[in-house]
């Protein structure tokens, strides 16, 4: 994508810097990304079903509560105003089991042992592929009262 100011400047009516541009391209993609799992009804990760989770602008996990199958993606989206961190492990606590027969996910790369995001700004992503069926929680670090769990089934 090449940028070009003066043609943005001429569409939005003022002149926007690279990191200005970037940041925008960059949300618009995470949104329209989002909008494409939603229309596919939620579904569609190789070997199992994905589900969406909105960090919302109340600062809560919508839905706080998902089921997915093995191999599922779960893809959680910051559309509240504050940068937010998600950390992943089972319920109970420990480190993230490693599958036996499989290492990572379909033409991926091996997953970490304990998930997590880093910073997710506003309008940024972040998704993690479960391997192992089980219960896992999710949380935000920065507010470890703002948690939700996962189901994964085989």
Known sequence: ME??????????GHRLSRRGFLRAATGT??????????????????GGQSA?????????FFPSTVSIVQAGTVYWTNVSTDTHSIAVRPVGGGTMPIP?????????????????????????SWSYTFLVP?????????????????????
């Open 52 to 60: 969406i989770v909105q960090i919302t602008p109340d600062n809560s």
């Open 100 to 124: 036996r027969d499989l290492s990572q996910p379909p033409g991926g790369t091996p997953q970490p042992p304990s998930p997590n995001s880093g910073d997710i700004p506003t309008g940024g």
């Open 29 to 46: 993609l995470g949104v329209a990304s989002v909008a494409l799992l939603a229309a596919c009804g939620g579904r569609h990760t190789a």
């Open 3 to 12: 940028y070009r100011p003066e043609v943005l400047e001429s569409l939005i």
């Open 134 to 154: 089980g219960q896992y929680q999710f949380y935000d670090t920065n507010n470890h009262s703002l948690s939700g769990q996962i189901t994964v089934s085989s």
